[in-house]
């Protein structure tokens, strides 16, 4: 069956930050992002866990997400800076918006749009490189 985005979606980010901020929910880290972002920051794995993540049941898995500080914004979101681990920031957040849940159908994709100035501007972005993308989105 042809996706209904198979023209391609428009998609630039301009920055704005609404994703990282304001916001309760899940940051999903791998166990590879985990170590990477534990290196960077020069604390061994437990400390960042501890300090930088909750653990979370899903789907008869325990994952593990990052926290958000009292405001819900990301805990590695500073104002005026944007994301301070953006080089090793999780999969999840290199492939917004191109989630297999957003992408389920238009009603979906839209719905987010309303809170992402980025989606539905900007670049083209191809039925192959959507599907890539998707299919390695870094969600659960
Ligand atoms: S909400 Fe959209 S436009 Fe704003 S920073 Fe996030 S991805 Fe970029
Ligand atoms: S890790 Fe960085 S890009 Fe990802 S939600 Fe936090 S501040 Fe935003």
Redesign the pocket.
């Known amino acids: 069956m042809t996706p209904w985005y198979a023209q391609g979606l428009r998609?630039?980010?301009?920055?704005?930050?609404?994703?990282?901020t304001g916001a309760p929910g899940h940051t999903w880290v791998s166990e590879a992002e985990i170590d990477a972002l534990s290196a960077r920051l020069g604390v061994d794995r437990e400390s960042f866990i501890r300090t930088y993540c909750k653990r979370v049941w899903r789907q008869g898995r325990q994952l593990v997400s990052l926290v958000e500080k009292k405001n819900n914004d990301c805990i590695f979101w500073a104002k005026g800076v944007?994301c301070t681990v953006y080089e090793d920031r999780p999969r999840q957040c290199r492939t917004?918006?191109f989630w297999r849940p957003l992408l389920a159908d238009r009603e979906s994709w839209d719905d987010a749009a309303r809170?992402?100035?980025?989606?539905n501007r900007g670049s083209v972005h191809g039925l192959d490189e959507i599907q890539a993308t998707a299919a390695d989105d870094g969600l659960p």
């Open positions: 998609f630039d980010c301009t920055r704005c930050g609404n994703c990282c944007g917004w918006p809170g992402c100035p980025g989606m």
